[in-house]
């Protein structure tokens, strides 16, 4: 009997589910790790950047096994992991100092990509503190950004992957569900955008986004070996009317739902987002398609 089991978003048939099990037999004194590894080479799952998705086959397998799939071998340990009961980022002290002036007084700014840098945790303790959804640990690729004036931090943005199918953004982008699939990666999402609250400059917002859209892409090839080719971000409709990102052209397309990516009762449970976007190039519709530039 034909089989289909989905773990995000990739459908595992009955055939791929036999060379797991085929694996496993194969390599009896092989730890749930090493595994995930061989499968993920087997596979080809590897990122532009060159590292194995070694979580996800990892979280494949696990799945199958908790099925009745397959059987995993018994746990050889249990190896810490950072990720859970994680603390919340410590407040840092900074410069309050009010900046209250024109956007031409506090130029040039430094945009300063901070993932992996000393100024990491900064970054995270300011959107912690100073941002109403606080701090999240975002997974998948992902770039922090911290502005400066003067070397003072006066905004941050963070970015990462994009969700999986957005409707009133697919259908923009003309994709067909193969295509999407296989092209999301050359897209990211705006997670957080923050501004200081002791920092009033009109039209520094906008200034902000236009500057990013011109640098982005520059980094994502420099550290994940892929360019992108559309920016996207959701606002909820009962605090915001996207007029920053209006004034940064970016294109309203529609709303969310409301239900969220793993509903099977077709109602609202969360708030509904507004759903905006911006394509960094003309030809972005054939390039998130698979077209040559």
Request: glycine share 6%; aromatic share 12%; proline share 5%.
């Amino acid at each position: 009997m034909s089989l289909e089991f989905r773990y995000r978003g990739k459908v595992v048939t009955s055939s791929d589910i036999a060379f797991i099990n085929q694996l496993i037999d194969e390599n009896p004194n092989d730890s749930r790790w090493a595994l995930s590894k061989k499968l993920c080479l087997a596979w080809n799952l590897v990122q532009p950047n060159g590292a194995l998705r070694d979580m996800v086959c990892r979280g494949l397998m696990l799945e199958l096994d908790r099925a009745g799939h397959i059987k995993l071998p018994t746990k050889k340990s249990n190896p810490h992991n950072p990720f859970i009961n994680r603390n919340k980022p410590a407040k840092i002290k900074i410069d309050q100092t009010p900046i209250h002036t024109d956007l031409s007084e506090i130029q040039p700014l430094e945009f300063r990509q901070v993932r992996r840098t000393a100024f990491e945790k900064l970054f995270n303790s300011l959107i912690e503190h100073y941002h109403y959804l606080g701090y999240c640990h975002p997974v998948g690729e992902q770039l922090k950004y911290i502005i400066f004036f003067q070397q003072r931090p006066i905004a941050c943005l963070a970015w990462s992957s994009a969700p999986r199918h957005i409707g009133c953004r697919d259908r923009f982008i003309g994709w067909t569900e193969s295509s999407r699939k296989k092209h999301i990666h050359l897209m990211v999402y705006n997670t957080r955008f923050l501004v200081l609250p002791w920092v009033r400059v009109s039209c520094l917002a906008s200034h902000i986004l236009g500057q990013m859209a011109r640098l982005l892409s520059h980094d994502w090839q420099r550290i994940y070996n892929h360019p992108i080719y559309y920016l996207e971000t959701f606002m909820d409709k009962e605090r915001f009317a996207g007029t920053c990102y209006r004034a940064a052209n970016w294109i309203y397309l529609g709303d969310t739902t409301g239900r969220g990516k793993d509903d099977h009762t077709n109602k609202p449970n969360r708030s509904i987002k507004t759903v905006w976007g911006y394509p960094l190039s003309k030809d972005f519709r054939a390039l998130l398609s698979g077209g040559a530039r």
